[in-house]
Nanobody
Framework: QVQLVESGGGLVQAGGSLRLSCAAS????????MGWFRQAPGKEREFVAA????????YYADSVKGRFTISRDNAKNTVYLQMNSLKPEDTAVHYC????????????????WGQGTQVTVSS
């Protein structure tokens, strides 16, 4: 069992940066691939980025590639999402998720989800 708690969301102007954190409970954090997803009002939840259990592999949605960076610190049971050059279309609730399988862009592959943190980008 893994519990996930996101933090770091907020209101930022376009072009600004935010760093999201996701703290995980449990001693098996390093066994999980981790992902970030987001959901804007009236839209389906979509993939943002994922990282393998070791941190050696990462995968990004085309919409955030080159602007966002996912990383993890297994000693701190935490995964991060550094978001730079933010755009109004990045406005959404951002969720972290944990998967016992390989990193994936599919919601169905993730076993545990956090409660989400709101990111709002003003133009």
């Amino acid at each position: 069992q893994v519990q996930l708690v996101e933090s770091g969301g907020g209101l930022v102007q376009a072009g600004g940066s935010l760093r999201l954190s996701c703290a995980a409970s449990g001693r098996t954090f390093s066994s999980y691939a981790m992902g970030w997803f987001r959901q804007a009002p009236g839209k389906e939840r979509e993939f943002v980025a994922a990282i393998s259990w070791s941190g050696g592999s990462t995968y990004y949605a085309d919409s955030v590639k080159g602007r966002f960076t996912i990383s993890r610190d297994n000693a701190k049971n935490t995964v991060y999402l550094q978001m730079n050059s933010l755009k109004p279309e990045d406005t959404a609730v951002h969720y972290c998720a944990a998967s016992l399988r390989t990193l994936s862009d599919s919601l169905d592959e993730y076993d545990y989800w956090g409660q989400g943190t709101q990111v709002t980008v003003s133009s």
